[in-house]
Structures are given as structure tokens and as C-alpha cells.
């Protein structure tokens, strides 16, 4: 089945640091990867559609000068939260979308804002 | 702007029964999806469900979908406490560029002994 990575799986930083965070799909070729944030006990909240070789597309309310997304090939896509806040403290899930309407999820990364 | 509604959001009930969670979305889409959510975990693909009518079955789960009543069902036979999870229904949407799925606020299903 197809398989989706994200690393790191948890990352602890101080506030107004940057953090990266990678979304690979190891087995099939994404054209189309998504961001997602869930905050605790909350559904998702979609944040931005990755597009391979093109600029991210924002969800309305999501900065984008903030949350810089770059979808380099077709098996990675970069998350960075710069300039990080407590607020910004999350779980972030990203997946990958192949040939199909199936959407594959990454197991997540928690993020922890001091 | 697309909602999803989900019900119930938390739902106890004993192993063996039958139960059905519910999911009503507000406007046009052909693409509707079932995950499940562990503890801690991301989601796992349930069921794709792409057309007015499609049913789809595994194990003991069973999703349905009528997009003239822009509804769709998840459907629990003779639960076992394995399948106590966070279930979560997503509709596809297309426009303005992106391309991505909204969430209902999902449903917390414990199915106790």
C-alpha cells in the first residue's frame, strides 16, 4: 500500500525559532500533497494544497509568510513554521495524493513550542 | 463554505451491537471518505466513496453515501472493542486553487466488553 513519512515525528523548540518538517511518499509519486494541523481532541484543519513545482495554495486564515511550504519532487513536500509561537504548538499532518482521489496520511509531527 | 457535520461525537456502546454514525455535508462533492484516528496517531483510510449510491464493506464497517441528500453513513455490525477509535468523515472539494478535504469534527466510538 502506499506510504507516506513525515520527520520529524516530534520536535520541542523555542519560541521564534524555524522548524521543518518533511512529507515523503515512499512508494508512488505525489503530484498533490496536503498540510494539515490538528489541535487536541479537534478535527483537522486543512492548511495549504502542495502542488509539485508551483506555489502552495492557503487556506483562508493561514499565513503563508509564516508557513512556508515548498514541494520540491514528486515524493517530498517541506513544511516550515517560522518564527514559532506557543500557538503555533500543533500536530501536523501532511498527505500525499496519487493517481487515485485516495488520500494517503503521514503518521504526523508534534509540535511543541516553548 | 463546505461544512461537515458528524453524529453523534461520542458514542459508547457495548461489543456486539449495531450502531450507525452519520455524516451530513452542506454543498456539492462527489468525494466522500471515512478515516480512522488511534490515539496519538494519524488516520487510517477506511473507505473512497465517489458516487450517488456507492456502498462499500470491510469487516465489520460498512460506509454509504446518497449525494442528493448530501449524506453519508458508517455503519457498525456486531462491534468488538478493537474498533474503538476517533472516526472521522471528509468531503472533497474543489475551487479557488486548492484542493483538499474538510473534516467533520469526528466521532469518539468506545466499545466496551
Known amino acids: 500500500g502506499a506510504v507516506v513519512s513525515q520527520h520529524p515525528s516530534r520536535v520541542i523548540c523555542k519560541s521564534g525559532t524555524s522548524v521543518k518538517i518533511e512529507c515523503r511518499s515512499l512508494?508512488?509519486?505525489?503530484?498533490?500533497m496536503f498540510w494539515y494541523r490538528q489541535f487536541p481532541k479537534q478535527s483537522l484543519m486543512l492548511m495549504a494544497t502542495?502542488?509539485?513545482?508551483?506555489?502552495?495554495?492557503?487556506e483562508q486564515g493561514v499565513e503563508k509568510d509564516k508557513f512556508l511550504i515548498n514541494h520540491a519532487s514528486l515524493t517530498l513536500s517541506t513544511l516550515t513554521v517560522t518564527s514559532a509561537h506557543p500557538e503555533d504548538s500543533s500536530f501536523y499532518i501532511c498527505s500525499a495524493r496519487g493517481q487515485g482521489e485516495t488520500q494517503y496520511f503521514g503518521p504526523g509531527t508534534r509540535l511543541l513550542v516553548l | 463554505e463546505l461544512k461537515v457535520e458528524q453524529n453523534p461525537l461520542f458514542l459508547s456502546m457495548q461489543e456486539g451491537k449495531n450502531y450507525t454514525i452519520y455524516c451530513n455535508y452542506s454543498?456539492?462533492?462527489?468525494?466522500l471518505y471515512w478515516y480512522r484516528q488511534d490515539p496519538g496517531k494519524s488516520l487510517e483510510s477506511l473507505f473512497v466513496l465517489l458516487s450517488n449510491g456507492a456502498v462499500k464493506q470491510e469487516g465489520r464497517l460498512m460506509a454509504s453515501l446518497d449525494t442528493k441528500a448530501r449524506l453519508s453513513t458508517l455503519h457498525i455490525t456486531a462491534a468488538v472493542h478493537d474498533l474503538s477509535a476517533t472516526y472521522f468523515c471528509a468531503v472533497g472539494y474543489s475551487g479557488g486553487g486548492a484542493d483538499g478535504l474538510t473534516f467533520g469534527k469526528g466521532t469518539h466510538l468506545i466499545i466496551q466488553p
Open positions: 512508494d508512488f509519486q505525489a503530484t498533490t
Open positions: 454543498t456539492t462533492s462527489d468525494r
Open positions: 502542495s502542488n509539485e513545482g508551483s506555489k502552495a495554495t492557503y
